[in-house]
Structures are given as structure tokens and as C-alpha cells.
T-cell receptor
Framework: DTAVSQTPKYLVTQMGNDKSIKCEQNLGHDTMYWYKQDSKKFLKIMFS???????INETVPNRFSPKSPDKAHLNLHINSLELGDSAVYFC???????????????FGPGTRLTVL | QKEVEQNSGPLSVPEGAIASLNCTYSDRGSQSFFWYRQYSGKSPELIMSIYSNGDKEDGRFTAQLNKASQYVSLLIRDSQPSDSATYLCALYNTNAGKSTFGDGTTLTVKP
């Protein structure tokens, strides 16, 4: 059983389109994240949700909107895609970022987004 | 200044040697420190975590933490070609509820 899963694995789309990436974790974790890893392999946090509530929102364009229907799911919707959005997007989860001293994160396999 | 700085790579060592990866950080509120390994085209995976000053050993890996000097390092003994990957340093500030990752150091172990 995959602990953190993402769909799709690959996404190729035209500029200006709107797309969504889905993430699910079956670890019973309270906190989920979205990261962007660019072509230089820099891993940057975008959002963090704890029990369906947004707790971290880094400086990302408001074209990116996370949605958490329940604590096992965190989806990422991107409007009006731009060339610079091309990257690998990783979803991750951890047990409880709010209270635990530890924050071991478990990453999904990533979604490679290519904007043409 | 970046919150988490890792030694610039790429780092190349011969098989069997010790690989030393270093990381310095600026947030004194950080309480937990992690090393993740990321193979090309794959997702990061945790290999070591450390919370107290000193050394922590796990097989061929040793993490070292010095909070006063604000650095954490990872030593890989008897390096193997399968250790070739990018190593990401990460820290966690419980009060802020925030994890921060370094930019990574790419290690190549040559047979």
C-alpha cells in the first residue's frame, strides 16, 4: 500500500490552462504539505495544512489554491498556468506538525508538471 | 542569508571513503534536524533525524548536531556507489510549526 500517493504522475498542458493535482495519505497523519522542486532541484514549501486548516502559506501566486476536503487529502489547483510553473510538485505528510517535536515527512512520488 | 545552507556540490568521493555533508542554519528556534536522500527522479526519503547535541549513529551513517554553532552534519562511512544521490538537510521549528529544507548537496561515489 502506498503511504502517500499523488495523481497524475505526469502532467503536460498548455499555458493558460487550469489543472489540479491530487494527493492522498493513508498514514493517519494530521499534517500535509505541498512542495515545489524546480529544475535546479531546490525544494520549496508552498502550503501546509493541519487537520484541514491552512497553517503555512508561503509566498506563492494566488493562482495556486490548495484544498483539503479531509485530513487524508490535500489537492492543489493551479489557474492560468505559466511556463515558470513547470516543476515537480511533491505532496508530503507528517504526524502532527502542530504539537510534535519531530516532523518526519513522508513524500509522495511527485507530479512532473510541464507547461508548454 | 538563507535559513539553511549546505556545502555546495557536487561532492565526489571514491568508493569506500568517508563522505562528509555539512549544513548550517540560522533559526535558533529549530529543534529537530533531518537528513533526506533523494535519488534522481525520485522523492526525498528520510535517512537520519537528530534532536540532541552530539552524534547519532545508524549503520554507516552518523549525524552530528551542534546547536551552539548551529550546524548539523552527516557522515557516510564506507561510501558505496548506491549512496550517490542528493542529500537534503532539513530543520523543524516546533513553535512555528515549520520545516525548512536546504538546497541539497549532490554526492557521487565513484567505483
Amino acid at each position: 500500500d502506498t503511504a502517500v500517493s499523488q495523481t497524475p504522475k505526469y502532467l503536460v498542458t498548455q499555458m493558460g490552462n487550469d489543472k489540479s493535482i491530487k494527493c492522498e495519505q493513508n498514514l493517519g497523519h494530521d499534517t500535509m504539505y505541498w512542495y515545489k522542486q524546480d529544475s535546479k532541484k531546490f525544494l520549496k514549501i508552498m502550503f501546509s495544512y493541519n487537520n484541514k486548516e491552512l497553517i503555512i502559506n508561503e509566498t506563492v501566486p494566488n493562482r495556486f489554491s490548495p484544498k483539503s476536503p479531509d485530513k487524508a487529502h490535500l489537492n492543489l489547483h493551479i489557474n492560468s498556468l505559466e511556463l515558470g510553473d513547470s516543476a515537480v510538485y511533491f505532496c508530503a505528510s507528517s504526524q502532527d506538525a502542530g504539537r510534535a517535536i519531530t516532523d518526519t515527512q513522508y513524500f509522495g512520488p511527485g507530479t512532473r508538471l510541464t507547461v508548454l | 542569508q538563507k535559513e539553511v545552507e549546505q556545502n555546495s556540490g557536487p561532492l565526489s568521493v571514491p568508493e569506500g571513503a568517508i563522505a562528509s555533508l555539512n549544513c548550517t542554519y540560522s533559526d535558533r528556534g529549530s529543534q529537530s534536524f533531518f537528513w533526506y536522500r533523494q535519488y534522481s527522479g525520485k522523492s526525498p526519503e528520510l535517512i537520519m533525524s537528530i534532536y540532541s547535541n552530539g552524534d547519532k549513529e545508524d549503520g554507516r551513517f552518523t549525524a552530528q548536531l551542534n546547536k551552539a554553532s548551529q550546524y548539523v552534519s552527516l557522515l557516510i562511512r564506507d561510501s558505496q556507489p548506491s549512496d550517490s544521490a542528493t542529500y537534503l538537510c532539513a530543520l523543524y521549528n516546533t513553535n512555528a510549526g515549520k520545516s525548512t529544507f536546504g538546497d541539497g548537496t549532490t554526492l557521487t561515489v565513484k567505483p
